[in-house]
């Protein structure tokens, strides 16, 4: 079972992450999914998004968890039966979720260079003109791609704009976290963002700031 990683965020929040090693038969064995999400993923043409669709349940199942536990609302925000709070991220070969007594919200991304050419999309790139190292600049653009994901994940609104509505306060590479905040028609939200890199992969989760 190759669980990668597991971070202990709080004593109410957890991250859980997975590294996709195993066949699609193998990931199916002992999951039981809803009709629903049993058609969503015999529809799917990509193999690596069909395993790591199966990966989130057995990433769900580590805290006692079975599909018939999820539900997507009119945003497509995934919801647990209960109190608990849940977002989920898959990219390659990697998915993790995020389980938490308050709002949440998690990305992982694979570091690549094309991100240099979409980043005025989602940031105001003049912020890192410092930065003179080419994989520097991509790594910082992929933590504040991933931190912006994840705060679009967990406000959850449609028409919030990555460039226009999502400030992520700077940071160096070298930090593990910073802060970001959502600010959309008479709503502001503030998150505590923290952010790893592994294997050529970031992942960046986010908890509504409760200061």
Same mark, same amino acid.
């Given at each position: 079972?190759?669980?990668?990683?597991?971070?202990?965020?709080?004593?109410?929040?957890?991250?859980?992450?997975?590294?996709?090693?195993?066949?699609?038969?193998?990931?199916?064995?002992?999951?039981?999914?809803?009709?629903?999400?049993?058609?969503?993923?015999?529809?799917?043409?990509?193999?690596?998004?069909?395993?790591?669709?199966?990966?989130?349940?057995?990433?769900?199942?580590?805290?006692?968890?079975?599909?018939?536990?999820?539900?997507?609302?009119?945003?497509?925000?995934?919801?647990?039966?209960?109190?608990?709070?849940?977002?989920?991220?898959?990219?390659?070969?990697?998915?993790?979720?995020?389980?938490?007594?308050?709002?949440?919200?998690?990305?992982?991304?694979?570091?690549?260079?094309?991100?240099?050419?979409?980043?005025?999309?989602?940031?105001?790139?003049?912020?890192?003109?410092?930065?003179?190292?080419?994989?520097?600049?991509?790594?910082?653009?992929?933590?504040?791609?991933?931190?912006?994901?994840?705060?679009?994940?967990?406000?959850?609104?449609?028409?919030?704009?990555?460039? +226009?509505?999502? $400030?992520?306060? @700077? &940071?160096?590479?070298?930090?593990?976290? *910073?802060? /970001?905040?959502?600010?959309?028609?008479? =709503? +502001?939200?503030? $998150?505590?963002? @923290? &952010?790893?890199?592994?294997?050529?992969? *970031?992942? /960046?989760?986010?908890?509504?700031?409760? =200061?």
């Amino acid at each position: 079972m190759p669980l990668y990683k597991t971070i202990t965020v709080n004593p109410h929040t957890k991250v859980f992450i997975w590294k996709i090693e195993e066949s699609f038969e193998a990931l199916s064995e002992g999951i039981q999914l809803t009709p629903n999400c049993a058609n969503r993923v015999n529809n799917m043409k990509s193999d690596l998004h069909r395993r790591g669709f199966m990966s989130i349940r057995h990433l769900m199942a580590l805290e006692g968890y079975t599909d018939q536990d999820l539900y997507y609302d009119e945003n497509g925000k995934p919801h647990l039966t209960g109190d608990k709070h849940i977002s989920i991220t898959h990219s390659f070969i990697f998915a993790a979720i995020i389980i938490s007594d308050i709002e949440v919200g998690i990305d992982i991304e694979k570091q690549r260079n094309k991100i240099l050419k979409i980043a005025h999309k989602f940031t105001p790139i003049e912020e890192y003109r410092t930065i003179a190292n080419e994989d520097a600049l991509m790594r910082k653009l992929t933590i504040v791609w991933c931190a912006k994901e994840s705060l679009y994940k967990s406000f959850a609104e449609k028409g919030v704009s990555f460039l +226009e509505h999502i $400030y992520v306060e @700077d &940071f160096r590479l070298d930090d593990t976290k *910073t802060t /970001a905040t959502v600010t959309y028609e008479d =709503k +502001e939200q503030t $998150y505590d963002v @923290d &952010f790893l890199e592994f294997e050529e992969f *970031t992942c /960046a989760y986010a908890l509504i700031s409760e =200061k």
